[in-house]
């Protein structure tokens, strides 16, 4: 972190435009793709929060905030209310996936984006007063090899007159001290009911954390731990694992994107996924884990299989990326991590009460594939002429009309952080911390003012009055 005079901390950043267009990794346009880049040196968690809140977002090190009235795919900041979160059906249906595979180690069959059968034939006789359920296995007797289906399974008439040996004596009926023998699936109807009745009456649903801990059973076939380890090559924990993250890495972007093993070596890796601009910082208020740039790893057996890196910010969670072992992506890991973050932020609120929000990147509806992270609500999308966070579902009623949209309906509202002065920017020149104005008037050959004027305006006033802007 660069230190001035009186200990204070700056974010020092070079501001390269954004004039050309590039290959969209979406739609696959070879120009389509345009934004404004900046290069940081160094940044202070709050100057990051204040840049993402305005449409920017990391690459490692590069900074970036696309141009979505003139990209082909257009790229929105989404945030979801961490404390408001409740887990959807779909949502459910992962954390039940997980709940298989580490009790009983069982993997789901087909893709990680369908809904996965698991199957276990075993023979059931169940006996009611009309009906006789008889299982899969007394079916195939003669010919054990063939494998059992649904339609195997008949459920046949019996006559209440049948003798048994425990046809009751004539003149003798049923126990009046014993309860009428009912169906299993009536039963299974009204526990249900029972439940819901219940909820409705404390107004209460069942919280994410519950779900999550259902899926981690004591005395498992399989131990699935979760671990925080900083971005920090001094740290013991976060050496020990490197080489095994690394491998992992290289393994996920071959399998799952295509890469060439020269796109996802170890320096790429640190590039991307390591390299943060981010210093850890700590404060009275916020969590016990600090701020900064972490991995959260996904340990099963002893082994990592899954890595989520994020950012923690003074009021949010933001998540970087995140990779997996190949072997396990019909579980939907990428599913379970968002899950598991959004868990992980409601934690940290209790230490700090305005970190409240989990961000998962950006929001592209041009691309089907992109809009999964839609479905982590309640949600807002951040309007990209005023940067108010807008809920998502009027967002999405204006992006089936158009890729570009303002979100906000207010026709005379406005950016509350406009640049109004760009005289009063910071810039570092030569060692010295000045504001532009000053910098201007010592400096020479041809004026640069359009070029900062650029950047101030895309950073805004404050953010502009803060962050040092490098200048050769």
């Not at 296995?137 to 494998?147: G, L, P, R, T």
Request: net charge positive; aromatic share 12%.
């Amino acid at each position: 972190m660069a230190t001035m005079a009186g200990n204070k901390s700056y974010t020092i950043v070079e501001y390269f435009g954004g004039d050309c267009g590039y290959r969209c990794g979406y739609c696959k346009n070879d120009e389509g793709n345009f934004s404004h880049g900046m290069w940081s040196h160094t940044m202070t968690v709050q100057d990051y929060q204040d840049l993402i809140d305005r449409g920017w977002r990391r690459s490692g090190k590069y900074v970036y905030k696309p141009k979505l009235d003139k990209t082909c795919c257009p790229q929105y900041t989404i945030r979801c209310h961490a404390l408001k979160f409740q887990p959807s059906k779909s949502h459910k249906k992962v954390l039940k996936k997980i709940s298989k595979f580490i009790s009983k180690g069982e993997l789901p069959k087909g893709q990680d984006d369908g809904e996965s059968v698991f199957i276990s034939v075993q023979f059931a006789c169940v006996l009611s007063d009309t009906f006789l359920c008889i299982g899969f296995q007394n079916m195939h007797e003669k010919d054990s090899s063939q494998q059992p289906t649904l339609l195997d399974c008949m459920c046949l008439r019996v006559q209440c007159s049948a003798k048994t040996p425990n046809t009751p004596k004539p003149g003798m009926g049923a126990d009046p001290g014993r309860p009428q023998c009912r169906k299993a699936k009536d039963l299974r109807k009204e526990r249900r009911l029972q439940k819901e009745q219940i909820r409705q009456h404390t107004k209460q649903p069942k919280p994410l954390e519950d779900f999550i801990n259902e899926s981690l059973p004591d005395n498992s076939s399989h131990c699935l731990e979760v671990r925080l380890v900083p971005v920090n090559f001094e740290d013991p924990q976060f050496t020990a694992s490197y080489q095994r993250s690394v491998a992992l890495y290289a393994r996920y972007q071959m399998a799952i994107h295509g890469d060439d093993p020269s796109e996802c070596s170890e320096s790429e890796f640190r590039r991307f996924l390591c390299d943060s601009p981010l210093e850890a910082e700590h404060s009275p208020d916020g969590p016990e884990v600090g701020y900064g740039s972490f991995h959260q790893q996904y340990w099963l057996d002893g082994r990592i299989v899954a890595v989520g890196v994020i950012d923690i910010l003074p009021t949010c969670v933001s998540s970087v990326y995140f990779y997996y072992h190949p072997d396990f992506a019909s579980l939907s890991l990428g599913s379970y991590s968002a899950l598991r973050e959004i868990a992980f932020t409601r934690q940290l609120q209790k230490q700090s009460p305005k970190l409240s929000y989990y961000y998962l990147g950006f929001y592209i509806h041009s691309c089907p594939k992109m809009r999964y992270k839609g479905q982590y609500r309640p949600s807002d999308l951040l309007c990209p002429e005023t940067y108010a966070w807008v809920q998502i579902e009027q967002c999405l009623l204006q992006l089936e009309n158009s890729r570009y949209a303002r979100f906000n309906q207010d026709p005379d509202a406005g950016d509350p952080r406009v640049l109004k002065d760009v005289g009063r920017a910071l810039v570092l020149y030569r060692r010295a911390v000045m504001p532009y104005a000053a910098y201007s008037r010592k400096r020479k050959g041809s004026s640069d003012e359009t070029e900062v004027q650029q950047y101030a305006d895309l950073v805004g006033q404050d953010s502009a009055e803060r962050i040092l802007l490098y200048r050769a």
